[in-house]
């Protein structure tokens, strides 16, 4: 991968692209396929950076994984996981590491996890805090609640925990690990984020149970229940579908399909937004696979309008801030994004680097301690962009830097193949010009 990638201003974007897998989907499907007993064939299995470290801790854990072709990979998993031989290392992905922790308390083994730059500097105790209070134990390696961290896991009990933020990441840990706790495992959640993992567990043979709790929701599953390969079919990523969509969106004359799209509602906010702001994005041949609903997105270029996007929302969109930040720089108006200070803690600040990103391209944007707001107008672009190895925020700018008035380039890049190895390829045949 080259050092920079520069984004030129481009003529209409036009034809149909595939989303690659989804990232949640397919780190699940690996991990599920680990714990259970028997074979899982998957289908779709995104092969970016990210999945590709999970897919090695589900075979140091003690799973049988193969690779049967593109995207087809076949796990059989032991019903439970061995002591691994060395660290595993998540590489740069959050979910990865979480869920894999979650899994891995559950077992009477010991696992010692850590990652790259990015995630050593991500909070864990999010997730450590509840598996402690079921019994697990954490020994930090360097400091309180970054990785390295040593897993020491087993004797479980459920418990009844109330996440502050709807987390799918913390619920999702609790909940593997509840699968092999004594009694009932509770996860409390204010506003409801994605339920992959829930479905996942239920097409896994699991018994999962989701009911209203006051203003929000209650997920229940009973420990000792055991889990059965099964074939899964990942639907493609919403949430790298975003990309060439905003392209099509902001550049004149576009027109772009992006096929087998997941449209899990837990999934569309951006969806959402980008229709209240004017956008001409239709879905066409609604279908059902992987026990999830998929369509094809086409979306034309539009006249786009600020919004004040509504903060509970925040969960169904999180990883989709920055693509609509990029695209509201082009929108009458301003776009108000608050209640989002969990972007903070992605892969990096994403609402300083995005702040900092549009500024460099003459974006007006003000930056508040949970949100950002964007005003848009002309995007001068001619600007070269720090993404902090962040690949939300390198694609973001590349999209814009296709409808600015000068190019856009962003440094270190390579960070793109953890969700979306053929981005460039794929915004190459739309007609994007994007080259290093
Ligand atoms: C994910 C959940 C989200 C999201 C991440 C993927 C998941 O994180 O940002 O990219 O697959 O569960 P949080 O659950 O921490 O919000």
Request: hydrophobic share 40%; proline share 5%; with cysteine.
């Amino acid at each position: 991968m080259p050092q920079s990638l520069t984004a030129r201003p481009s003529g209409p974007l036009h034809g149909r692209a595939r989303a690659p897998g989804d990232k949640s989907m397919s780190h699940r499907s690996l991990i599920l396929g680990a714990m259970a007993e028997g074979v899982t064939e998957i289908e779709g299995l995104l092969e970016g950076h990210d999945i590709l470290a999970t897919a090695r801790a589900a075979a140091a854990f003690g799973a049988k994984v193969e690779r049967l072709g593109e995207g087809r990979w076949r796990i059989e998993g032991r019903g439970g996981f061995q002591t691994p031989a060395d660290v595993i290392d998540c590489g740069n992905a959050g979910t990865g590491v979480r869920l894999l922790m979650g899994a891995a308390a559950g077992y009477p083994i010991q696992a010692t996890f850590d990652g790259d730059a990015s995630l050593r500097k991500r909070p864990m105790k999010r997730v450590t805090a509840p598996l402690g209070l079921m019994g697990a134990r954490f020994d930090w390696g360097g400091s309180e609640d970054r990785l390295p961290v040593r897993v020491s896991g087993g004797a479980l009990q459920g418990i009844d925990y109330a996440q502050t933020v709807a987390s799918a990441q913390v619920k999702s840990a609790i909940l593997l690990a509840g699968l092999n706790a004594r009694g009932e495992t509770f996860v409390r959640e204010p506003e409801k984020s994605r339920d992959h993992t829930e479905r996942m567990l239920t097409a896994f043979g699991a018994e999962v149970k989701v009911e209203p709790d006051g203003d929000g929701w209650i997920i229940r599953l009973a420990g000792g229940q055991r889990l059965t390969g099964t074939a899964v079919a990942v639907p493609g990523d919403p949430s790298s579908a975003a990309f060439p969509l905003a392209a099509a969106l902001i550049v004149p004359g576009s027109d772009v399909t992006v096929e087998g799209v997941m449209l899990n509602p837990l999934r569309t906010g951006l969806f959402d937004t980008w229709r209240e702001m004017g956008a001409d994005l239709t879905i066409s041949n609604r279908r059902t696979s992987g026990g999830e609903e998929v369509g094809d997105v086409t979306a034309r270029h539009s006249a786009l309008t600020g919004v004040i996007v509504p903060e509970g929302r925040a969960a169904s969109m999180i990883d989709e801030y920055p693509i609509l930040a990029a695209t509201a720089a082009f929108a009458e108006g301003r776009t108000v994004m608050r209640g989002v200070g969990e972007m903070r803690v992605k892969e990096s600040d994403r609402i300083r680097l995005m702040v900092d990103g549009l500024r460099a391209c003459g974006a007006a944007v003000d930056e508040e301690p949970d949100g950002f707001t964007v005003a848009g107008g002309p995007v001068a672009g001619g600007a070269v962009v720090d993404t902090a190895h962040d690949h939300r925020i390198a694609m973001s700018h590349l999209v814009l830097g296709l409808a600015a008035e000068a190019p856009v380039s962003v440094r270190d890049p390579e960070m793109i193949a953890t969700s979306f190895p053929g981005f460039v390829r794929m915004m190459r045949e739309l007609g994007g010009e994007i080259a290093s």
